[in-house]
Each structure stands twice: as structure tokens, then as C-alpha cells.
């Protein structure tokens, strides 16, 4: 995301914990900063991207924060996942300094970030919004307006919510075909043709048959999600239980040691509760 | 189906319980038949649509069933969605009256029957599937062969499964959406444009914002497709955690009366669990 704003032009000053990623945006034409407070000083728009929400909420309002160092008047957004409610209470923080803060979630994973293809969606003050779009169209090809501040991290739990549920769908029918002896390739061929076809089973499908578990989006970080999106529904009194259900089975994910792993390894869960290894099907065999 | 069988030059003799549809395929060239033994005398191909295990074996096995009208070497063909062990144990009796038998259940619904455009996925003998194929490709733009018998109805039901949970996806999605005051059409927007994605959200997510039940699929024909689901992994010693979860729910539906409804009703369930009624949302309104 930083090379696409460098190579658009703009000028950036950059900071992050590891030294590496930061060395190699220098040598691209990057300025370092010494700490968040560093990169905020004289910069129009800070952007932040980190973990969870106490990492935001440090980076943004700690110490050697974005705080001590933004002007009155400049933008800060978070284009981290993280909770709506932390959103809120860190815009009405940085409100108090007249710094305008946005929270941007994208979806899109790791290409679209290198490609520009990300869906970014935003919650926050709108004249912001508008002021900040230019920059945000670098980062993603669809930067859609969602509301006050925080509603840009309800619609990424609402995406994450059907991603989560449409992913253990994918699962749990390639277990059942597997199980019954069909040919996986031809199973994925049909659904995928039909109503029960999902961006999760076209692009993920394969890689469970294929043994693929190599992170596009690492496990404990949907976990992560689902669990922000489980707080938020008990602040709103909602029961969610396929969502709970999903953020079980992701718990178990991460207990297994295979939270850096990509959410595809949601399969092995179930292969474990079935005592069946997906990968011993034969292509083409009889049912048992 | 019938008319486009009709209309592709086959000759068809038609028989079914009420008479209102016979009539009107007997106004469009077919004859009417007395019983399924009539339908299935002197036919090449018989072809069975039915609601459940029951009626297919009823119909296929008993006092004036196809069994006792079908001659050895011609085809029966199933296209009801049902047990793959009803079929298999079906396919053994009439293969001791030489007559062949294959499951080819459908996805696609109603437009796809009318338009032609279901896929087929087809259980039984190779070269009976190799024999039926061009009239199934009369009703189907995709026929895909599976296995021996049974794995036609396999692959219905693996594709069910995928179809259950990720409509389960769009309405806890959308209820979530709902209750934290989000715009709905820009959230399915959003959603449908990412790893979210699916058909059950593409199509029924704006259903259940305009309250739109009206059956594509019916919930009570879902409901019978999970409990055969499951029944079949009973079979297998096959735990699907998401599975049984959307069976419970469809039952829920189904005991509310809502069972001839479209299946996208299952977001009703979710929100008399949350009390909260998702045609109130208002359109861009502030978070609750």
C-alpha cells in the first residue's frame, strides 16, 4: 500500500516496530520516522494499518502517538480491522485536537493491497471522507462512504461474518463429498456453477483439496475478527449463532497452532472431528 | 421441463397425482397416462421428479408403479432430490428386470427448469448416462457424470450444504448490518463485490431487505435435503457441526409454518431470536 501511494506520487514518511519493511520503502523513496508522533508531524494524512484494537488505540493516542505529533486539521485513517467501538472513542479523542479521524477496513487481501484492488469502506466524518478519497482510490478501486464514525469496522464484521459462514460451507460439503468417494474437482466444478457457489469455494475450495494452506488471509486473524464482531453483537443484544459457532471453531484453529496458517485450515478442524484426511480421497473412487 | 422436452420433438406420455398439469401438457401434444406403469410402457426413458424417498419408491416400485410398465433396456431417470440410498437400493431392483436407472437431481430452481439452463449431476451406469445424456442436455446446460449410483443425490446434497451456510451468511450478515444501523444495499454492495461474495447473497440479500418471501427454492424442500444431509452422514459417522445448526434452523422455519415459503425466510428466525425487525432499518440511519 505504501509503494502504491510513493509510486502515485505522494511523499510519506514511514514507521513500523520491524526496521526491514521500513528500510525498504527508504530505499523507494520513503522518508523514516522515528515514531508514530514523527510520521503525523506536518503530514496532511496518516495512514495507520496494525493488528488489533489496543494496538491502534496505543499508536494512535500513546506516548510517542499520532496525537503529539498531527495538526489541527489534518487526517488520520485506520486501515486496520479493529473495533468500531475503539474507533469511536479514538475520533472523539483526536476531535478534541480538531484532527479529523476515519476508520477505512478493506477487503481484498495481500494482492489487492500490491494491485490496488482492495474495497475500502469508510465510517467517519464525511467532509473527511471526501477530502481523504483521492488518496484512498491509490489504495483500493472501490472506497464506499458507510456512515458516522465506525460504520466503515461494522460493514468489514458484516463481511467478515459471510465470508466466515460461507467458508465452512465449503468446507463441510467437500468433507461430505469426500467422505462419499466423489471426485473433489468435479464437486467443486458443480457448486461453484450454481446457488451454492461462493467467492470462498471457488478460491479456496481448491487449495483445501490441494493441500494448499499458505496464508491469503492467516486464521488468527478472522478468528480476531469474529471475535470483535461477537463483542459488538453483545453490545447490541443479537444473537448470532452461526457466527458464534464459526468463532468456536476458529479458537479451535489457533489452539491447534495453525492461526498463521490461512482461513482454509478451518477444513482440518473439521477432518479432525471426523477422523477422515480429506487428502486420502481418490479422485474418481467409489462411494464407501 | 416437460414442455421443453415436448418442444425438442420428444413424444411424452405424462402422468401426475392432480390433473390440472396433465391437462395442460396433454393441450400442448402429450398423452395422458393412467398410472406410472402406463407412463413407463413403451417408453425409452421414464423420468421421475417427486417430493421425497417415499413417493420415488412408490412410484418406481409399487402395485402400479414404472417397475411393472418399464421394459428391460430402456431407461428410468430420477431427477427428485432424495436419498442416494433409496436410489441405490431402486436401482437394484429394477436392474433384476434389466432396466436401467440413474439419479440425476437438479440445481437451479424454477427458471432454470423453464429456461433450460439446471445442472444435472448424474448417478448409475456409465453407459446409461452416455444413453440419456441427450435428453437430459434438453433440460440441463450442464450434465455432469458423478459415479455409480447415488452420487448424483451426493452431490446435490454436498451442494445443499454450501447453499445452507452461506445463506445462513447473508442473514446473520444483514441482521448484524441491520441492528448496528448500517444502509443495507450499500452493505450487500460491499459484501458481493469481496471474499464474502456468494449467489445466496447476491440474489436472496435484496429479497430479505424488500421482504420479498416468495419461493425460488422452497424452505421446507431445504429443510428435507439437510435431514437427508445428515442422515446420510449418520451413515458416514460424519460430524457437521454447520450443517446440523442450518437443519435446526430450517425445522424452526418450517414448525413457524414458513415452510412454503422461499428459503431466504430463515432470516425471520434470526430476527424473532433478536427481536428486532430487519425491515426497520432506515435507509443511511445512525448506528443504534
Redo the contacts between chains.
Keep these: 500500500m505504501a509503494k502504491r501511494l510513493l509510486d502515485a506520487g505522494h511523499m510519506l514518511k514511514v514507521y513500523n516496530r520491524s526496521r526491514a519493511p521500513v528500510e525498504e520503502l527508504v530505499k523507494q523513496g520513503a522518508r523514516a520516522a522515528s515514531s508514530p508522533k514523527d510520521a503525523a508531524e506536518g503530514s496532511e494524512y496518516t495512514i495507520l494499518m496494525l493488528p488489533d484494537s489496543g494496538d491502534v488505540w496505543n499508536v494512535a493516542l500513546g506516548e510517542e502517538g499520532v496525537v503529539k505529533g498531527a495538526a489541527p486539521g489534518s487526517i488520520v485513517i485506520d486501515m486496520s480491522t479493529i473495533s ?1 467501538l475503539t474507533e469511536r472513542r479514538i475520533a472523539e479523542e483526536l476531535a478534541k485536537r480538531g484532527v479529523k479521524y476515519l476508520d477505512a477496513p478493506v ?3 495481500t494482492i489487492g493491497a500490491e494491485k490496488g484492488t482492495l ?1 475500502i ?1 469508510v465510517g467517519g466524518d464525511y467532509e473527511a471522507f471526501n477530502a481523504a478519497y483521492d488518496v484512498l482510490r491509490v489504495l483500493g478501486q ?1 472506497v ?1 462512504y ?3 464514525s ?2 466503515g469496522q ?2 468489514k ?10 467458508l ?3 468446507c ?6 469426500s ?5 473433489l474437482g ?2 467443486i ?3 461453484a ?9 471457488a ?1 479456496l475450495g481448491p487449495k483445501i483439496v490441494e493441500r494448499d494452506f499458505r496464508p491469503g ?1 492467516k486464521a488468527e486473524h478472522l478468528s480476531k475478527d469474529l471475535r470483535i ?1 461477537l463483542e ?2 453483545q453490545e ?8 458464534a ?1 464459526l468463532h468456536q ?1 476458529f479458537k479451535a484453529v489457533v489452539a491447534r497452532g495453525d492461526g498463521v496458517l490461512g482461513t482454509q485450515v478451518l477444513s482440518k478442524i ?1 477432518e479432525d ?2 477422523r ?1 484426511d480429506l487428502s486420502k480421497t481418490l479422485s ?1 473412487a ?3
Tied chains: 1, 2.
Design positions: 468500531p477487503t481484498g487481501g474495497v469502506m472501490k464506499v458507510m456512515g458516522a465506525g460504520s461494522l460493514t464484521l458484516s463481511n467478515q461474518i459471510s465470508v466466515a459462514l460461507s465452512l460451507g465449503s463441510e460439503a467437500l468433507l461430505f463429498a467422505k462419499a468417494g466423489l471426485d468435479k464437486v466444478e458443480v457448486i456453477s450454481g446457488a451454492g457457489s461462493s467467492w470462498q469455494l478460491n488471509f464482531t459488538v453483537a447490541l443484544s443479537l444473537p448470532l449463532p452461526g457466527t459457532l471453531l473439521l472431528l471426523a477422515h474418481g467409489e462411494k464407501s
